[in-house]
């Protein structure tokens, strides 16, 4: 390529829980994919930021999309990867511990009760395979795009797990792989909090991630822009740019009545 030409596009999605036909809408809109659900970026780079089930009718139906969609563009020469949400580790997490009792002094626990509370549906469960569960816990949890340190939560709680992204991120597949139920529960726990770069010192915290992680600024979904903001999420209409600018909130709040928010990066408000 040479260099008066641009950089290929990239996008990020945030949260889906399990809306399938208004994610694929959504794509559509950006021409990421045609008429029939298949890829049409070309080589552009699109990121899922995790939460693809529980809440909404399909999510293994977004899930089969998202695989699907990875293997066309890498044909294509493009790029489309997903990071873990805190949904993912709860749907595996029932999947492999089912209602097994999580030890804990703090009483009764498991996937299976959190799972139900938290909006999972049987049907998704029986539709896993175990080419869904191998392609799920393969992926990772940060990644960097354009530049931007990309994440689900809105947490410090990844920094416990490695030192850089691919400690990180090798911690937490080395975890999943395995059958400890209280290491599965303690990533499952970690990335529901959320708000760690809120308040007076948002920025600075979102700086000290990104000085240890990388990127110039920081992506996440799993916190509802409408909650930030104090406003019904139908009245959203694009992501929430914080913490001085170092942080990009992208989950619209799709399941309760937001928009699917498919953000090109970098991205910055209009005057």
């Not at 511990?97 to 938290?118: C, K, L, M, Q, Y």
């Not at 691919?166 to 059958?179: K, P, T, Y």
Request: glycine share 14%; charged share 25%.
């Amino acid at each position: 390529m040479h260099d008066d030409q641009p950089a290929s596009p990239t996008y990020v999605v945030g949260d889906v829980h399990g809306h399938r036909d208004e994610l694929a809408e959504a794509l559509r809109e950006k021409g990421l994919i045609d008429s029939d659900d298949d890829w049409s970026g070309g080589e552009a780079t699109l990121w899922f930021l995790g939460d693809f089930v529980d809440r909404g009718p399909d999510g293994v139906g977004v899930i089969d999309l998202v695989m699907r969609l990875e293997r066309q563009a890498a044909t294509a020469g493009g790029h489309c990867g997903t990071l873990l949400g805190n949904h993912e580790i709860l749907l595996l997490g029932m999947y492999h511990f089912g209602d097994t009792e999580v030890p804990s002094d703090f009483g009764p626990r498991s996937f299976a009760r959190s799972w139900e509370i938290n909006g999972g549906l049987l049907e998704d469960q029986d539709r896993l395979t175990p080419q869904h569960i191998e392609w799920l816990t393969s992926r990772p949890m940060l990644t960097l795009a354009a530049d931007h340190l990309l994440m689900h939560s809105d947490t410090l709680e990844y920094l416990d797990w490695g030192e850089d992204i691919d400690g990180i991120n090798a911690r937490g597949r080395e975890i999943l792989e395995g059958s400890d139920i209280q290491a599965w529960w303690d990533v499952w726990r970690r990335m529901t909090t959320r708000y760690a770069f809120r308040g007076p010192d948002g920025a600075d915290v979102a700086q000290q991630v990104m000085d240890r992680l990388g990127g110039v600024r920081i992506v996440h979904g799993h916190s509802v822009i409408a909650d930030q903001l104090g406003i019904h999420p139908a009245q959203i209409e694009g992501p929430y740019l914080y913490a001085g600018g170092k942080a990009l909130g992208i989950d619209g709040g799709l399941f309760v009545g937001g928009p699917c928010l498919i953000v090109s990066l970098p991205w910055e408000p209009e005057d």
